[in-house]
Each structure stands twice: as structure tokens, then as C-alpha cells.
């Protein structure tokens, strides 16, 4: 049972992850909000790309929020991620060990922390975790959580980053089991804040490659997309929710 609820809270702190990017404020309910600064604010070129750093910040204030059960983040056009580039961990490594300290040197890539919030007899019961971000093969990004109180959590969430069309370049797609979403049967614990920094840059032919450049900005901003479902098992069950928000570039 303790293995359960452990994972559950894992899953409901990850999954908005969203990790890296851009999320989406669930318009019929208002269960999330998102702030994202892509910095320096000065685009490359593609001749000239500039290496950048992402922050994100998502906040769930619901006094019941839904439990997200899956999140795509798309990133405008002149993002791009050099992912291939970079060591890689594997997701087995990580599950196995639930450690990232045996992770190669280079495959860390991100960093930063979340809450959970479950609720167990009634009971609201906060988590307070780190977030690790590993580069992992097969363009996946592992989201690596671990708390110490009130319960001993170790877990890791996957997001997959692929090409997209339209504004966007690409995007990040994560989904939560449904063994990380429900602590125990008819126990959920979504999570309630999210705030993680992407920046990172690896030697590649004795030249320094970042793990996010950007090469170009039109607008005057970086146009970002969320998309959201949620377990419609779980408490609060809203609908799909979708939100587009920017941040500025010259």
C-alpha cells in the first residue's frame, strides 16, 4: 500500500511538467495557471543560434483540483531542443535505482521542485518534492522526483519531445499512469505547484552545445500551447482544457 500511494504522488507532482514548458490555464475551471520566461529575451539566428534557459511555473489554486491525466506542450517556432546531442540515463536506470546520481555526467539537465497534495481520510496531506530533469534516448525527458515527508517518494515520469507544425516547432507530451495518478482506490493527490529551470550545455567536438537555442523570433514572442485532460475518475472531473500564452523576444 505505502509502495502506491508513494507512486501516485510522484505521478500527480510530475505530470503537469510539463516540465519544460508551457502549460495551459484550465479554462472551465480555472484548475491551472502558467508563467514561462525563455531568457536571454535575444534570439539567435539559424546561422548563429543562442543558447537559452527555460523557467516555468505552474500553480494549481482549485480548492478541489482535478487530477491532469495528460499534458502536450507545444513551443513556438525558433525554440529548439539538442537533445540527440547530450549523454542520456535511462528511464530503467532511474526506475531501478530511483536515483539520478548514477546518471552520466551531462544527461542532468534541469532542476527544481513541486508539491503534491493528497488527500487521505479527508485529510490534506502536502508533498514537498525535487524535480530532476535527465536526458534519457529516444527523444525522452525524464522528470525525477523525490520527497522525504511525510512519505519516502523516488520516481520518475517520462515526456516524449517530437516535431510539430503550424507556430510551433516542437512539442513535449507527457502522460501519468493511472497507478501514479490514484494513491489508493478512490485517493487522488493532483499536484498543486510545479516550478522547474531547463538550462544545460554539453562539449560536443570540443565546441559548447546548450540543450534549448533559439533561432529567431517573430512577433516580438515566443508563442506557447498547453493542452490538458484530466482522470474523469477522480475528483473534480473537468473537461479538456486548452491555453496559449507567450513570452518576449526581440
Not at 83 to 110: E, L
Request: proline share 6%; charged share 15%; hydrophobic share 35%.
Amino acid at each position: 500500500m505505502k509502495i502506491s500511494r508513494t507512486r501516485t504522488l510522484v505521478g500527480a507532482t510530475l505530470l503537469a511538467l510539463g516540465m519544460t514548458a508551457t502549460v495551459a490555464q484550465a479554462a472551465d475551471s480555472g484548475q491551472q495557471s502558467l508563467t514561462v520566461k525563455i531568457s536571454p529575451a535575444k534570439a539567435g539566428t539559424k546561422k548563429k543560434p543562442a543558447a537559452a534557459g527555460i523557467h516555468v511555473t505552474i500553480r494549481n489554486s482549485a480548492a478541489t483540483p482535478a487530477t491532469t491525466e495528460t499534458t502536450t506542450i507545444s513551443f513556438g517556432k525558433g525554440i529548439s531542443f539538442n537533445n540527440t546531442k547530450f549523454p542520456t540515463c535511462s528511464v530503467s536506470k532511474i526506475n531501478t535505482t530511483k536515483s539520478v546520481t548514477g546518471c552520466p555526467k551531462g544527461s542532468i539537465v534541469g532542476k527544481g521542485t513541486a508539491t503534491a497534495d493528497g488527500l487521505l481520510a479527508g485529510q490534506s496531506i502536502p508533498e514537498n518534492l525535487t524535480v530532476t530533469a535527465v536526458n534519457a534516448p529516444s527523444n525522452t525527458l525524464v522528470l525525477f522526483v523525490k520527497g522525504s515527508s511525510p512519505l519516502q517518494i523516488a520516481g520518475a515520469l517520462t515526456g516524449k519531445l517530437s516535431k510539430t507544425g503550424g507556430k510551433y516547432g516542437s512539442k513535449l507530451a507527457v502522460t501519468i499512469p493511472s497507478f501514479l495518478r490514484e494513491v489508493l482506490p478512490g485517493t487522488y493527490a493532483p499536484l498543486v505547484k510545479f516550478d522547474v529551470s531547463v538550462k544545460a550545455s554539453a562539449t560536443v567536438k570540443g565546441a559548447k552545445v546548450p540543450y534549448v537555442e533559439t533561432t529567431g523570433c517573430t512577433g516580438g514572442a515566443w508563442p506557447f500551447l498547453g493542452a490538458f485532460t484530466y482522470d474523469q475518475t477522480a475528483p473534480t472531473p473537468v473537461g479538456p482544457s486548452s491555453s496559449t500564452t507567450t513570452s518576449k523576444c526581440s
